[in-house]
């Protein structure tokens, strides 16, 4: 593998952590409610655990209710019980067709965990980048020690390295600020 093919490929996997990381922001309740919290959910179908998303619909009538409709009526059952069983904090109601699920409104405190869990999530986002600057520093270092390129070039593509690495840890602390704003707002 080359320098140039070892940045590249640094790069996009930082890119992907930095995706997840955005993805476990989406599922992070603030004031209001989101069809993205239910992304992690799974419900038992037809003995095999299937995503929630994948079997029903969802739909947000107001700012803290999510409709949940599922596609085939025998998961119903199911899907209430993912939903009852799930840390999103909601008590889902049924009425034979769809799952109301109303949010109660955020308390200070619970507002302040979700802080706490946004900040842990940011901090493993940027764990993930910097483990792959890390390996990729290795990979650089061993082409080094092969004899396939010079210690210059090298020290140019570390810095380069270094670059990348801030970019995407900076959008992670950008995202964990947006985020901490919407959990604050009332």
Known sequence: MTINQSLTDADQRMAKAVEVTREEFAAIRAGRANPQMFSKLTAD??????????????????????????????????IERAIRDSDLGVNPSNDGKIIRCVFPELTEERRKEYIKIARAKAEDGKVSVRNIRRNTKQALEKLEKDGEV???????????????????VDQIDEMLKTKEAELLEV
């Open 45 to 78: 179908y037809y003995g095999t655990p299937t995503p929630v998303q994948q079997i029903a619909s969802f739909t947000a009538p107001e700012a803290r209710i999510i409709l949940v409709a599922p596609y085939d009526m025998s998961a119903l059952p199911a």
């Open 150 to 168: 010079g210690k210059d070039d090298v020290t140019g593509a570390e810095k380069k390295l270094d670059g990348t690495t801030k970019k995407h």
